[in-house]
C-alpha cells in the first residue's frame, strides 16, 4: 500500500540541483559519497549532505509510524540504513522498552550518532542480515534501498519479507517524468537503481513484497 510519512519533509530541503553538478566533477563527488564518511554526511553540500545533524524532524515521523503500525513498548522494530540514528532516537523516546535496532554500512554514521542510542545501531549490509523469520513487528528502509545493485535489491526485499511479521514500510527516490528523472540523476550521488513509479510497482510485486512503500521527487 502507498502512503506517505516523509514526503513533506523532503520538500522543506531546497536543492541546486546545478550547483552540484557545476561546483564539483559529479564522478568525483560520487567516489567520496560511496564511502559513506564524512564527506557523505558532514563534508561539502555538493557531494552531499553538507551536515547531518539532530534538529527534530524525526519526531513527528516516529509518531506517525506508532500510531499507524500501533506499536507499543513489546514491539519490535528495524530501521535498515539508519544514519546516525535519528528515528532510532524518537521511536526509543517514544517507546522506550521496545527493542529498537538500526543497521547501516557507515561506521562513520554510527560513531555520530546520539550516545544514548548507540548501542541499539550496528553496522550491517541488509543482505547480511541473520533475523530470525517473522522476528520484527515492523521493519523501515528510508532513502536506503535504491543504492543497492539489483541483484542486492533483490535480496534485501526477501530478506525483509522474510524478517517482518506483517508490516514493513519502503521509502525509494523515483520520478514521473523527464524533468524529475534529471534533477534525480543531478542529485544523486550514490544511487544504483534508477526507476520511476511503475518500474518500482513492478519490482514490489515481482519480488512479493506485501508492505507499505512511498515515493520521493526531486522537483
Known amino acids: 500500500m502507498y502512503i506517505d510519512f516523509i514526503g513533506a519533509n523532503h520538500k522543506k530541503t531546497k536543492r541546486n ?5 557545476l561546483n564539483i566533477k559529479k564522478s568525483e563527488a560520487a567516489k567520496k559519497a560511496k564511502k559513506f564518511g564524512y564527506d557523505y554526511w558532514d563534508g561539502s553540500r555538493d557531494i552531499c549532505y553538507g551536515g547531518y545533524y539532530y534538529d527534530g524532524r524525526w519526531k513527528k515521523i516516529a509518531q506517525k509510524f506508532v500510531n499507524h503500525y ?5 514491539s519490535k522494530i528495524l ?13 526509543k523516546k517514544i517507546l522506550p522498552y521496545a527493542e529498537v535496532v538500526g543497521v547501516d ?12 542510542i548507540r548501542k541499539f545501531l550496528h553496522k550491517s549490509n541488509v543482505i547480511d542480515l541473520k533475523y530470525k523469520n517473522n522476528f520484527f513487528d515492523l521493519v523501515i528502509s528510508l532513502n536506503t534501498l535504491h543504492c543497492l545493485h539489483v541483484f542486492d535489491f533483490v535480496k534485501a526485499i526477501q530478506i525483509i519479507n522474510k524478517i517482518s511479521k506483517k508490516n514493513s514500510y519502503i521509502c525509494v527516490e523515483s520520478y514521473k517524468n523527464e524533468e524529475e ?10 544511487c ?24 520521493i521527487y526531486f522537483k
Open 17 to 21: 540541483y546545478l550547483n552540484r553538478v
Open 79 to 91: 530501521d535498515i540504513g539508519c544514519g546516525k540514528g535519528f528515528l532510532v532516537y524518537e521511536l
Open 70 to 74: 500501533k506499536l507499543n513498548n513489546k
Open 105 to 116: 554500512i557507515s561506521s562513520y554514521a554510527i560513531n555520530k550518532s546520539k550516545k544514548e
Open 181 to 190: 528523472k534529471m534533477n534525480l540523476i543531478y542529485w544523486q550521488v550514490t
Open 192 to 215: 544504483e537503481m534508477f526507476c520511476n513509479d511503475d518500474e518500482w510497482r513492478w519490482w514490489f510485486k515481482y519480488l512479493k513484497y506485501n508492505g507499505d512503500y512511498s515515493f
